[in-house]
């Protein structure tokens, strides 16, 4: 059954900053949100948190209000993207992200049909860099060419949204259009360990490359006081906003 509609406004701007839950238990997930407080609208559960109770505490955090990104990455056989797609749709997420392959990406847009959720496809992990492409078995190949291919397909096939480095964003959105979502990880504070990203900005550059959304985990979580690097990366999008 879906829950109540999400009361946050629209075009708040909180919601601008996605906080990726990357951590192993349900317990330091609610700790973690309860710190942030306020200044954490928008949350992103991924493999870590969602095989280790994250299903369940998505349902929590939509009935307290806040919005919940499914980083599921889904990538099968079509019938099982499709069927899987349309059980997550259940649970009244915002968000639910699909490799960006067509036979996946046409699957999952049928099985959201009737549903609020949103399809996000990832075209190009922001860890890769043109050697793991070629390293992956793809022929020559630039991240970004093949960020924009994707980009395309996934505009053709009725997919809500991107995923990708903020590196390509202006590209991107010449593609797509002004009416979907470009959905940036790989976003660092100035100073902050990239760890193994490759394909990095700052949260102000993030925005002024156009995307909609920044993704946002490590540097917040595992941050001595996650509120306030959460409350100062929203202050870094309202500034660039202004
Ligand atoms: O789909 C994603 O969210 C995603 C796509 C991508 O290309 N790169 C990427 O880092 N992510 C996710 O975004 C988050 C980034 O985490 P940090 O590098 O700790 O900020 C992680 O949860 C990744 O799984």
Redesign the pocket.
Known sequence: MSLPPNPIPAGDIRDKLII?L?VPSVEEARAIVARIGDAGTFY?I??QLAYAGGFEFARELIGQGKKVFL?L?LHDIGNTVEEGVRSVARLGATFL?VHAYPQTMRAAVAGKAGSSLKI?A?T????YDNNDLVEAGYAPVTAAELVARRAGQARDLGIDGI???ATEAERVRAIVGPDRLI?T????PAGADA???KRVVTPAQGIRLGADHL?????IVKAADPRAVAEAIVRDIADVKA
């Open positions: 990726g990357d992103k991924g493999y980083d990455k992200t996000l990832v190009v992990l922001t860890s995923v990708c480095a959905v990880p790989g976003i660092r760890g193994d990203q993704v946002v985990a490590r540097p």
